[in-house]
């Protein structure tokens, strides 16, 4: 356990559903993100958030609602999907927006839209 | 744009064997690397790092090297095992502090 956890884990929904993806973060860290990880892609960042204000949306399709209610807590919203949106969505966090130490990566939601 | 590419897909080592993984980047003004390891299930885990006024840093069995004027980055990992059998990541910080990330390069440990 990295410190940052997703969940779920697995994930199936069609493409009218509505859902919502989970990620937690006991490591202290005020900023967090969502990357987008297809397969033979390289990962792609969705949204960062710090200190629980979003400062940066990467084009990502209305379809991807994102909500920060604490420094320790970060959801993605979905509702209408599409099947190329079935993809690994990776949660990280950072001590500071755009560390440079890294980020800590949670073990990711796999999303099968059907 | 930045560019960060892992330059085999694939890398098959035989266990106790060292494992070279090799990347490249095309901003000169990056600064600091990682590089990850992501194994099956799991989200990416970070390994070693190093900052550009570097050229070679060592941690528990992996080393990374760095060559600014080639603009290439190394992963070695020494007496492969098969816990090492992962997809390996680099990522460069640029620009606004963002980090790019390569697309992976998979390594299998042959027992």
């Known amino acids: 356990e990295t410190g940052v956890t997703q969940t779920p884990r697995h994930l199936v929904m069609g493409m009218t559903n509505k859902k919502s993806l989970k990620c937690e973060q006991h490591?202290?860290?005020?900023?967090m993100y969502w990357y987008k990880q297809s397969a033979k892609k390289p990962l792609e960042l969705m949204f960062v958030?710090?200190?629980?204000?979003?400062?940066e949306n990467n084009s990502v399709p209305s379809r991807f609602s994102p909500e920060c209610p604490n420094s320790s807590h970060l959801f993605l919203h979905l509702h209408t999907l599409q099947p190329e949106d079935s993809a690994l969505y990776l949660c990280?966090?950072?001590?500071?927006?755009?560390?440079?130490?890294?980020?800590?990566f949670g073990s990711g939601t796999r999303l099968t839209v059907v | 744009g930045e560019s960060v590419g892992l330059h085999l897909p694939t890398l098959s080592v035989q266990e106790g064997d060292n494992s070279i993984i090799n990347c490249a980047y095309s901003?000169?003004?990056?600064?600091?690397f990682i590089w990850y390891k992501q194994e099956s299930g799991k989200g990416p885990q970070f390994i070693i790092d190093?900052?550009?006024?570097?050229d070679k840093r060592q941690g528990q069995r992996v080393t990374v090297l760095l060559n600014k004027t080639v603009k290439h980055l190394s992963l070695q990992i020494a007496a492969t095992q098969p816990g090492d059998s992962a997809v390996y990541f680099c990522?460069?910080?640029?620009?606004?502090?963002?980090?790019?990330f390569g697309k992976g390069n998979q390594v299998v440990v042959i027992p």
């Open positions: 990522a460069d910080l640029y620009g606004n502090n963002r980090l790019a």
């Open positions: 990280a966090s950072s001590q500071g927006a755009y560390s440079n130490y890294g980020y800590t």
């Open positions: 490591l202290g860290h005020n900023a």
């Open positions: 901003n000169s003004a990056s600064d600091y």
């Open positions: 958030y710090s200190l629980e204000e979003r400062v």
């Open positions: 190093i900052r550009s006024n570097m």
